[in-house]
């Protein structure tokens, strides 16, 4: 894999663990990372597509290893790390994007629905990072963590997300109080808060609404929506030494969608 990038944004040969890995952004950042030289534990419920994601990166001559959890077994997701752990080493990029979203109105959102995208979201990914960062702290390995927020998280993009905005509000908490606890180990905590961007999460929402795809563009002056491949740049930044005095901040790659 390519080694000609700028130093300072240079991401070669850095052990990176990601959730969401299967699908959508995840995918993309997973495959965008191999495609710098990092080495990829790629982290999804969805054996299948992790499978498929890691066997695209190998193909690409690049470094990937699936691993088969849900971030909301912890004993599963430890039990990955081990693995990533005997692979390659310990994480130094450890990226959050597993998430879901089920809607309903407040007064009608069912309490299953309500707590699963909690426990999914934010219960989740910190499970993924503390059980990292333990790692990290015990083999004195500095690194950035990154959560996959929303601009749902600072702006009231629609109705019916109460639990998907409380979820990521949570991550932007998490995000500024871990990089606090964690800043004296060199290890820094950022977030990034993505606008709407063609997923299947998205594709599904789009399929659910009568004005399709322009009731998700209208709010992006940018005037479209974002592709999954313009993730990338931010998380090369944010994982590398272009980023070093960055930490506890929520970074939207929105198209202007808060700037409005
Ligand atoms: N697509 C968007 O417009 C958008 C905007 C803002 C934020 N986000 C956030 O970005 C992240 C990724 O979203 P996406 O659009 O790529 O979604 P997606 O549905 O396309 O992909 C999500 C991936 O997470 C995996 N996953 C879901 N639950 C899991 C679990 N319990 N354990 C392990 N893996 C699990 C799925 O299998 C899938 O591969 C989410 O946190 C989402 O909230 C997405």
Redesign the pocket.
């Given at each position: 894999m390519s080694d000609s990038f700028d130093p300072m944004f240079s991401v070669q040969g850095k052990i990176v663990l990601i959730?969401?890995a299967?699908?959508?952004?995840?995918r993309a950042i997973a495959i965008g990372l191999a495609a710098r030289g990092a080495k990829v534990g790629a982290l999804?419920?969805?054996s299948d597509?992790v499978q498929e994601v890691c066997d695209e990166i190998i193909s690409q001559g690049g470094i990937a290893t699936p691993l088969v959890?849900?971030?909301?077994d912890t004993a599963a997701l430890a039990s990955c790390l081990e693995k990533l752990i005997e692979k390659f080493g310990v994480p130094e990029i450890v990226i959050a994007?597993?998430?879901?979203?089920r809607r309903g109105t407040a007064v009608e959102m069912l309490d299953k629905d309500w707590q699963d995208v909690i426990d999914?979201?934010l219960t989740?990914s910190w499970n993924l990072v503390r059980l990292a960062a333990a790692e990290m702290i015990k083999a004195k390995v500095q690194g950035s963590m990154i959560f996959?927020s929303?601009?749902a998280s600072l702006v009231g993009i629609t109705t019916g997300i109460a639990n998907y905005s409380a979820s990521k509000g949570g991550i932007n908490s998490l995000t500024r109080t871990l990089a606090m606890e964690w800043a004296t180990l060199g290890i820094r905590v950022n977030a990034i808060a993505?606008?709407?961007?063609r997923?299947?999460?998205?594709e599904k929402a789009i399929s659910l609404n009568p004005e399709g795809a322009e009731y998700f563009t209208r709010n992006i002056p940018l005037g479209r929506l974002g592709q999954p491949e313009e993730l990338v740049g931010t998380i090369v930044y944010l994982s590398s030494a272009a980023s070093s005095m960055v930490t506890g901040i929520v970074l939207a790659v929105d198209g202007g969608h808060t700037a409005r």
């Amino acid at each position: 894999m390519s080694d000609s990038f700028d130093p300072m944004f240079s991401v070669q040969g850095k052990i990176v663990l990601i959730s969401g890995a299967g699908n959508g952004l995840g995918r993309a950042i997973a495959i965008g990372l191999a495609a710098r030289g990092a080495k990829v534990g790629a982290l999804d419920f969805a054996s299948d597509q992790v499978q498929e994601v890691c066997d695209e990166i190998i193909s690409q001559g690049g470094i990937a290893t699936p691993l088969v959890a849900d971030v909301r077994d912890t004993a599963a997701l430890a039990s990955c790390l081990e693995k990533l752990i005997e692979k390659f080493g310990v994480p130094e990029i450890v990226i959050a994007a597993a998430g879901i979203n089920r809607r309903g109105t407040a007064v009608e959102m069912l309490d299953k629905d309500w707590q699963d995208v909690i426990d999914v979201n934010l219960t989740g990914s910190w499970n993924l990072v503390r059980l990292a960062a333990a790692e990290m702290i015990k083999a004195k390995v500095q690194g950035s963590m990154i959560f996959i927020s929303s601009v749902a998280s600072l702006v009231g993009i629609t109705t019916g997300i109460a639990n998907y905005s409380a979820s990521k509000g949570g991550i932007n908490s998490l995000t500024r109080t871990l990089a606090m606890e964690w800043a004296t180990l060199g290890i820094r905590v950022n977030a990034i808060a993505p606008t709407h961007f063609r997923t299947p999460m998205l594709e599904k929402a789009i399929s659910l609404n009568p004005e399709g795809a322009e009731y998700f563009t209208r709010n992006i002056p940018l005037g479209r929506l974002g592709q999954p491949e313009e993730l990338v740049g931010t998380i090369v930044y944010l994982s590398s030494a272009a980023s070093s005095m960055v930490t506890g901040i929520v970074l939207a790659v929105d198209g202007g969608h808060t700037a409005r």
